[in-house]
C-alpha cells in the first residue's frame, strides 16, 4: 500500500488505487478524539468526497488496542461550556460527514470502540471487529450523553429496546455480542482484519461506480421515509444512472462476454 501518502499528525490518509485508508493516529491515547485531530479529519474527508478515483473507504485505529475510545477527556476537562458545545457540534458535524461520504465506507474495529468511537462507526456502512474487539456507548457513565449520533443511528441499525439498554446501562459488549445485534457485519483475526475489509471493498469496486454511490444514496436517504417517498427517491437515483457511460459498457460487455470496464462515468 503505496500509491499515495499523506501523514497528518492525527489522522494518516493513503491511496491504493481506487480504495482509500484513513487512520486515526493517536495510538498513546487509544485514538481517542481532541480538537486538532477532528478538524485534519474533517479535512481528509473533504478530500476524500471530491476524489472521483476513490470509489471505497476504510476506517481504522493506529496500533493494536484501540479503533478510538471517544473523546479526549483530557482535554475535555480544561474546556469551558462554550468549548464543549463548539466540541459537539464539531464531532457530530464531522461524524454526519462520514455517514454522507458518497463511497462506501468500512470500519475496521481493531480494538476498543467506546463513546466517539463507537459512533464514528456507527457512521460508516459496514463494520468489522477483530475477535478481541470491545465496543460501548459509554457516555452516561461519564455523567453525559452520546452526542454525535449515538442516540439516534444505533436504535435505527438494532432497534430502539435494544439500544436503550446498551445506551442507559453504558454497558461493553464484546465483538460476538455485537454481531448477534447486528452491529458488526463480521469478525476476524487481527491479521485478518484489514484483508477482510479490502476484499469487501473490491467486491463492491468491481461494480459501476456511480449506480454504487446512488444505490447507497436510495438506500440512506429512503429509510428515513415513508415508503412511497422511498420510491420517489429510488427513481431520482436511477434515473441519474440511465445516461452513464457505465451503463452502456455494462450492456456491450454482456453482449460480448466480456468484463465490463467502468470508468465512473
Not at 485508508?21 to 473533504?46: G, H, I, K, W
Request: glycine share 8%; charged share 30%; proline share 3%.
Amino acid at each position: 500500500m503505496s500509491n499515495e501518502v499523506a501523514a497528518k499528525a492525527n489522522v494518516l490518509f493513503e491511496k491504493e488505487g481506487h480504495l482509500a485508508f484513513v487512520t486515526l493516529n493517536r495510538p498513546d491515547a487509544l485514538n481517542c478524539f481532541d480538537y486538532d485531530m477532528l478538524v485534519q479529519l474533517e479535512s481528509t474527508l473533504e478530500q476524500i468526497r471530491f476524489d472521483r478515483e476513490i470509489r471505497a473507504v476504510i476506517f481504522t485505529g493506529a496500533g493494536e488496542k484501540s479503533f478510538s475510545t471517544g473523546a479526549d477527556l483530557k482535554e475535555r476537562r480544561t474546556m469551558s461550556e462554550a468549548q464543549v458545545r463548539r466540541f459537539i457540534y464539531k464531532i457530530r458535524s464531522v461524524f454526519d460527514m462520514v455517514e454522507e461520504l458518497p463511497q462506501p465506507t468500512i470500519a475496521a474495529v481493531n480494538g476498543f470502540c467506546f463513546g466517539g468511537g463507537f459512533e464514528m462507526a456507527l457512521a460508516c456502512d459496514f463494520r468489522y471487529a477483530v475477535d478481541s474487539a470491545k465496543l460501548g456507548m459509554t457516555e452516561v457513565s461519564w455523567a453525559i450523553i452520546p452526542g454525535a449520533g449515538g442516540t439516534q443511528r444505533l436504535p435505527r441499525l438494532i432497534g430502539k429496546g435494544k439500544a436503550k439498554e446498551l445506551i442507559l446501562t453504558a454497558r461493553k459488549i464484546d465483538a460476538i455480542t455485537a454481531e448477534q445485534l447486528g452491529i458488526l457485519n463480521g469478525i476476524t483475526t487481527r491479521e485478518e482484519l484489514l484483508p477482510k475489509c479490502r476484499e469487501l471493498a473490491e467486491e463492491i469496486m468491481q461494480n459501476g461506480p456511480l449506480a454504487v454511490i446512488q444505490a447507497k444514496y436510495a438506500i440512506n436517504y429512503g429509510m428515513e421515509v415513508d415508503i412511497k417517498t422511498g420510491m420517489k427517491i429510488e427513481t431520482k437515483a436511477y434515473e441519474v444512472i440511465i445516461p452513464t457511460k457505465d451503463r452502456i459498457e455494462a450492456l456491450n460487455a454482456f453482449s460480448e462476454k466480456r468484463k465490463p470496464e467502468f470508468k465512473g462515468e
